[in-house]
C-alpha cells in the first residue's frame, strides 16, 4: 500500500483492464510528486497525469495498454510538506474472455393498449392501473422505467423509456428511448446542488446486464451529462448513483477467464466504479473478483459457453465515511467494504454472514440495499430465481451486536414472487415504496407496514426494475403542444404540456387567421392532456396557453389549423 493514498486498481487485483487508468486520491496534506510504472511484460509505460475536477487526486493515464494477464507494480512518490515518501503496489491486468454477450429482443412500440393523445401522437405510454389510493400517501409523483418482460406473450404495449406517472395514473413526462434501447433505474437525484433526473440507458444481454450509458437532465429536461465507464467497460444498468461530491458510481460486468479445477472457466467479475463526472476519469474501482471467494456464490457454473455469473452486484450505496454498502444478488448477500482498502468490513446475509440472522431475517437473491440513517438495512428481497422462498418482500433489518433480526416486512396481498429486479425506498411520513420487479406492481405502504396506502399496477407483461417516488417540479424548454378538431360545428381543442408540472389551467384563443387570435375560454387542466370545447364560430385557427394557479403564463403554444 501507499500511505496516504488510496488507489486503484486495488492492490491484489486478479483481471484489471488492459486498458486502464492508475486511480489515486490522496488523503488531506498529501500531494503526489511522481508515478513509475511498469508492466512485467510490456515494461514501462509512459503517460500523463489528469487531475480530478473537484478532489486532489489524479489519474495516471498510460500511453498505451497493458498486456493481458500480467502483473502490473506502480512506484508513487507522495510528498507530506517537506517530506518525501516512496510506495509500491501491485496489480494483475486479466485475461478477459472472447464472448459475446448476445443481446436481448429490441422493445417493442406498439399503440395497442396505451394513452394517446390528440396533441403528442408521437407519445404512448402504458396505461397504469391504480388499484388503491388511500389517505396517508407520502407527497410525490412515480418515476419508472417500464420494459418487456423477457418472453412475456402478449408483451407490454407502449413505448419504453423514463416515465413519470402522477397519482392519478395521468402521465406526466415521457422520454421514449432511442429505438433499440432501454431506459433502467430512473429516479430523481442531486447534481451540482439541485434536483435532477438520472436514468441508465443501453442494450440488454439475455444475461440481465446491460451495455451502456447513463444520463443526467435538469428540470427542463435537458440533458447536461452523460456518464460513461472508464478503463475500456461498459455501464451497467443496475445502479448509478450520484455522491455529494458529485461524482458517479456505476456497475460493469466483464467475462474474464480464470483457472478453476484445472480448466479455464469465464466468469463475470462485478465491478463497482467511481466517475468524476466532468472529466470522465476514474477515481476508484473495486472488483468482486479477489474479494469475494467464489465459494460464497449461489448460482453454479453453467455450460459453456455463457459465462458463469457467480456475484452479480445490483446496488451501491456511499457512507459518509467514504465506505460502500453493496448489494451481490448471487451470494445472497450484503457487504460493507472499506472505500480505501477494498477489503470487507461485513456480511450479511450469505454464507459466510457477520451476523446471525433470525428466521423471519434471511433474505435471497436480494436487491437495492441501502443503511438509513438509524442503521438500520433495508432492501428488497425477492426469494427468486430460482425459488428460495415463498414470497417476495420488502424488509427493515436491525443489527445490533453480531444478530440481525426483523424490523418490518413489507409483502402483498397477491403473495408475490418476483423472480428479478425490485426496489424499496423509504418516503416522508416514515412510508415505504416497493417497486416489485419483474411483477408488474408498485405500492407503498404506512410507516407501520399494516397499511397499503397505493398501489399501481404495469398492463399485462410490463415491469420496472426499480421504481420510486419523488416530489418533482418540471419546467420543459419546450413549448405546450395544442391539436384541434372540427366536426361539424363543434370545435374542440386538445392542450398538453409534456413535463410541466405546474399548470393549473389551459386559456385557448381562436381566431379566422394565426395572427387573429382571440381568448376564447379558460378551463382547469384534466390530466396531461386536457380537452376543451370551443363557442361556435370560433377558429378554425386555435393557440393555447398553460397558466399556473395564480393565472400566470407559463407557456404559449404555436397556433394550429383545426382538422
Known sequence: MVAGLTVSPLPGTPDASPTTQIS?????????????????????????LRPYSRDQGASFVPARRFAQGEVVSVRVTTTIGAQRRHGLFRF????????????????????????????????HPPAMQITARRDGRAPGDLFV????????????????????FDEQGDLVWLSPSPRGLEAFNFRVQRY??????????????????????????????NVVARVR???????????????????????????????????????LDSIVQRIDIPTGLVMFEWHSLGHIPLSESHVKPPNAPQPWDPFHVNSIEVDQSGNLLLSNRNTWAVYKVSGRTGGILWRLGGRRSSFRLSRHARFAWQHDAHQQPDGTITLFDDEAAPRAGHESRGLTLRLSGHRARLVRSYTNRRNLLAGSQGSMQLLPYGNALVG?????YVSEYSADSKHLLFEARFPRGGESYRAYKFPWVGRPATAPAVAARLRG?????????????????????????????????VTARTGFETAIELPGGSGPYVEAQALDAAGQVLGTSGAVRAR
Do not use: C
Not at 145 to 164: D, E, F, K, Y
Open 92 to 123: 494483475r491486468t486479466g485475461g478477459h474472455a472472447n464472448i459475446v454477450l448476445r443481446p436481448g429482443p429490441a422493445p417493442p412500440s406498439t399503440r395497442r393498449g396505451t394513452h394517446r393523445y390528440v396533441s403528442r401522437p408521437d407519445l
Open 229 to 267: 465507464a472508464g478503463n475500456g467497460y461498459h455501464a451497467d444498468l443496475h445502479e448509478f448513483t450520484i455522491d455529494p461530491g458529485d461524482s458517479a458510481w456505476v456497475t460493469i460486468y466483464v467475462p474474464v477467464l480464470i483457472h478453476r479445477g484445472g480448466h479455464r472457466v469465464a466468469v
Open 192 to 221: 451540482r446542488g439541485v434536483q435532477a433526473l438520472t436514468w441508465w440507458q443501453g442494450r440488454l444481454s439475455f444475461l440481465g446486464l446491460g451495455f451502456g450509458e447513463d444520463v443526467i437532465a435538469d428540470s427542463s429536461y
Open 24 to 48: 489515486m486520491l490522496p488523503a488531506a496534506g498529501v500531494s503526489i510528486a511522481g508515478v513509475r510504472v511498469r508492466g512485467a511484460r510490456s515494461g514501462l509505460h509512459r503517460g500523463t
Open 145 to 164: 422505467s417500464p420494459v418487456l418482460a423477457p418472453g412475456h406473450n402478449p408483451p407490454l404495449r407502449g413505448q419504453v423509456g423514463p416515465t413519470i
Open 489 to 521: 360545428a363543434k370545435l374542440t381543442a386538445y392542450a398538453s404540456w409534456n413535463g410541466a408540472t405546474e399548470v393549473a389551467s389551459w386559456r385557448v384563443s381562436a381566431g379566422p387567421a394565426p395572427d387573429v387570435l382571440l381568448p376564447a375560454v
Open 436 to 440: 416489485w420487479g419483474a411483477k408488474p
